[in-house]
């Protein structure tokens, strides 16, 4: 809730930009007495809101199961499960074999009968292994059965690159997921989103595919009072407005919400007020909040991972362009992933996704653009 | 009748000569056998075998099971009584005259798509399904017509769904290959084979679920996997039996060899033909049974599904059957040699159970031909059904997506679009 308020308000204090494993400056003076009672003070790794997201749905409806390659006694592949096989038991948080399409399977077969299962895959680039469970069993059964058989699952785990992990490991599968009809797809990006947003989805009657990122798990973000409440719940479909702007719109999710805000404080100084969504939700896409703002701004940068072609911000861009193609004054720009697999090497990988530079020289040539052609990126 | 977990494994040129091999049926024991399999294997029975008798252990002995042992009475007129008798008759012939039907309208332009029939193979689904209670629960493939009406779905339903009306048993929205039904748990009919499997794995993983974490404690609902032997190459189907055999699921994988997978041979798709075999290699008995025969599926059904409801875990169950017709109607069907059809037409089930009922004195030819002309009638009244019923309206195609139908998302207008009146009435772009 007060992610909604912060969306329409936008206070200043709340949106500076979140720290990379630093803390964030504070404007308001630091005593420890006091941090108790300021509605941003608590700060929280996206792990442990993850955690204690599963933990109290876990405890909430005891039809909700966690399956999974480690997620047991390993405690979590990233230690996301933790403590979890102790509180609850091995009945319900189970380790399975290494067979991603079985126990895909298992969990679908299990959910047409009311359970609420949450299957863990150690990446999503395990869930192709899988994939035809997640498609074709679970998100088009509500369709096929006319609605007789509805499917809440939740399928989660890290997606995207991690560092240095290689090509078959660091595919972003936003685009994939979010094409399929029958699907909810979310990624969250702070603490307060994976806290929200996963409760949502265990509760949420469909099946719901949650990227997470592995980058993100350590990274500490602030958390406000009703976020730590059990029953806060976020909206599925809605975007975040983290920082308002009014010359350009960057739309950006999971990892890259915190690059485009960096960016951003970058882009405030070269006199460039760039507002950043953080669109928390790929299926269904908030094509709203996107065109509100681009009609405010009249520019547009997608951000995103994955690979461009077919990606996210081709979807974004399209959409703009059919319902908000007046309000345009420059090309979309579109930043994503080099077309190429993962190279392993440190230089080539950072070369292969969005830095920060890459975003700023972005926005920059969107701003400074009046209508001429677009030269290829 | 024993099912033991204890098969020995052999090279498929190896017989048991040894085994004494006990058949009930008389009439249907022609060894006419081909290389593979015999067509005619019965159903096996390992007496207590002395170890000395038993070959030695070259091969792998799978986890010892106790070998079930029950002296086989004189039996050959209590293997049913009258009404289960004639409930499989009026079954299997449903089940026929059905798939004819369903046949005909085909090429009359009232069916569309993919249509598998089922025809030749209702032994098994009779005998199995019609062990069920109504809360177990069934998944099959895209061959399910005969499945769904087994275990309960309404003729008109199907019917209905197969032309693709709104009073389908899926308003239309599933189709042949996609038959749902919350009611009679069935859970689908699935066009990938290999899909089922786990997804009834998982409806056995929450009836062991039920019971023990939500303390549901009379809990024991089945789950009845039917497959096929192209299937049984299949990577799931390998995960799932160890998943099952590993918890102790209460599921009975049921594979309906067929020998045939569109034009290819289980004999050269298969590096070891023999399906059951794969059961004791994951810890779970691996039966093998003639598929023509409702009686002989019948009783290895009634074991397989008490094992499972006692908690005793999963069997494989290979069934060798047969499909009369081509894999799906549109297939020729000009691979299948015509002297191995005719073999199989020669063992119907429908003729063989006829033949048992009447001369065991269970039933009249008079109450039999009763059953058919009644069922004769049904399946005219669900083409009529169907016929009358009206196709989907227009605002159907974007119902049913999501549960929640917030999952379309928001609408220009900041609402979700769901919201709106007249959402379902607009095109398909959302």
Redesign the interface.
């Known amino acids: 809730m007060w992610g909604i308020l912060r969306q329409k308000v936008g206070g200043a204090t709340c949106l500076s930009p979140q720290g990379v494993g630093s803390h964030m400056l504070r404007l308001r003076p630091v005593t420890s007495a006091l941090r108790n009672y300021s509605s941003a003070a608590k700060e929280m790794t996206v792990r442990d809101a993850l955690n204690s997201a599963l933990d109290e749905e876990m405890a909430a409806d ?2 909700v ?1 966690v399956m999974g390659e480690e997620v047991g006694e390993y405690q979590g592949a990233y230690k996301i499960t933790k403590g979890l096989l102790d509180k609850y ?1 091995p ?2 948080v189970v380790d ?2 290494i ?1 991603e ?15 609420r299962p949450v299957i863990e895959f150690m990446t999503f680039n395990f869930s192709m292994q899988a994939i ?2 997640i498609i ?2 679970a998100a088009k ?10 499917v ?1 699952i939740v399928f989660r785990g890290p997606n995207g690159p991690a560092a240095g992990v290689g090509a078959q490991h660091s595919q972003c599968y936003a685009a994939w997921y979010g094409s399929v ?2 699907l ?1 797809v979310l990624v969250p990006y702070s603490s307060e989103d994976a806290r929200g947003l996963l409760k949502a989805a265990i509760r ?3 099946p719901v595919v949650f990227l997470e990122n592995e980058l993100l798990y350590g990274e500490s973000f602030p958390v406000s009072a009703e976020a730590l409440d059990s029953s806060f719940c976020l ?4 975007a975040k407005i983290e920082r308002e702007g009014k010359d350009i719109t960057i739309t950006a999710f999971s990892k890259m919400v915190g690059y485009a805000l960096k960016a951003a404080e970058i882009l405030k100084k070269e006199g460039i007020s760039a507002e950043v969504i953080n669109l928390r ?1 790929i ?7 996107i ?2 703002s681009v009609r405010k701004t009249n520019r547009l940068l997608t951000v995103e991972e994955g690979f461009p072609q077919h990606g996210v911000g081709a979807e974004i861009c399209a959409s703009v362009v059919e ?1 908000s193609f007046g309000y345009l004054d420059a090309p979309v720009e579109r930043i994503a992933g080099a077309d190429v697999p993962t190279p392993y090497a440190a230089n080539l990988e950072r070369m292969a996704f969005p830095q920060i530079e890459d975003i700023v020289r972005a926005a920059k040539r969107a701003c400074y653009r009046s209508g001429t052609m677009v030269a290829t990126a | 009748m024993s099912l033991s977990g204890a098969k020995i494994i052999q090279p498929l040129c190896i017989r048991y000569p040894d085994m004494p091999v006990i058949s009930d049926q008389a009439a249907n024991c022609n060894t006419t056998s081909t290389p593979f399999l015999g067509s005619t294997r019965t159903l096996r029975r390992i007496q207590s075998v002395s170890a000395a008798q038993r070959r030695p252990a070259s091969a792998i002995v799978a986890v010892a099971d106790v070998v079930k042992e029950k002296k086989l009475k004189s039996n050959k007129n209590h293997l049913l009584t009258k009404e289960e008798g004639l409930e499989v008759y009026e079954d299997m012939i449903l089940g026929r005259v059905f798939e004819d039907m369903c046949a005909q309208m085909y090429y009359r332009g009232k069916m569309f798509g993919f249509v598998h029939l089922y025809n030749g193979q209702e032994a098994v689904s009779s005998g199995f399904i019609k062990l069920l209670k109504k809360e177990d629960s069934v998944v099959s493939t895209y061959r399910d017509h005969v499945h769904a009406l087994s275990k309960g779905v309404p003729a008109r339903a199907v019917m209905s769904e197969l032309f693709g009306k709104t009073t389908g048993c899926c308003r239309g929205q599933g189709g042949s290959m996609h038959m749902f039904s919350a009611e009679h748990n069935v859970l689908g009919g699935f066009a990938f084979i290999g899909e089922g499997i786990p997804v009834a794995t998982g409806a056995a993983f929450t009836s062991k679920y039920k019971r023990e974490v939500l303390k549901e404690a009379d809990c024991d609902h089945v789950t009845l996997a039917f497959f096929g032997d192209g299937t049984a190459n299949n990577g799931q189907f390998f995960e799932c039996l160890n998943m099952a055999a590993l918890w102790k699921l209460p599921i009975v994988f049921v594979v309906e060899n067929n020998l045939w997978a569109i034009g290819m041979s289980h004999l050269r798709a298969t590096s070891d033909p023999e399906i059951w075999k794969k059961g004791p290699a994951f810890g779970m008995p691996g039966v093998h049974v003639d598929g023509m025969d409702v009686l002989k599926v019948r009783e290895v059904a009634q074991e397989a599904i008490g094992r499972a409801r006692r908690g005793e875990g999963p069997t494989l169950v290979e069934c060798e059957t047969y499909r009369f017709r081509g894999h799906s109607l549109a297939d020729p069907d000009e691979l299948r040699d015509p002297a191995e059809k005719a073999r199989y037409a020669a063992r119907d089930p429908i003729t063989a159970l006829k033949k048992y009922l009447i001369e065991s004195k269970l039933a009249s030819e008079a109450e039999l031909k009763a059953i058919e002309k009644k069922i004769d009638e049904v399946v005219e009244d669900a083409v009529e059904f169907a016929n009358e019923s009206p196709v989907p309206s227009r605002s159907q195609l974007l119902e049913n997506v999501f549960a929640d139908p917030k999952g379309f998302g928001i609408g220009p207008d900041g609402r979700y679009r769901c919201e709106d009146p007249k959402f379902t009435q607009g095109t398909a772009q959302v």
């Open positions: 005891p039809n199961f038991g009945e319900r399975t074999p067979t399409a079985g126990f895909a399977g298992i969990g679908v077969g299990s959910a047409y009968h009311g359970l035809d469970h074709n069993s059964s509500n369709y096929m059965s006319a609605g007789q058989i509805n809440p009809p029958g909810k949420d009657p469909d909206p599925i479909g809605k939700s299926r269904p896409l908030d094509r709203a909040t065109n509100v319902d």
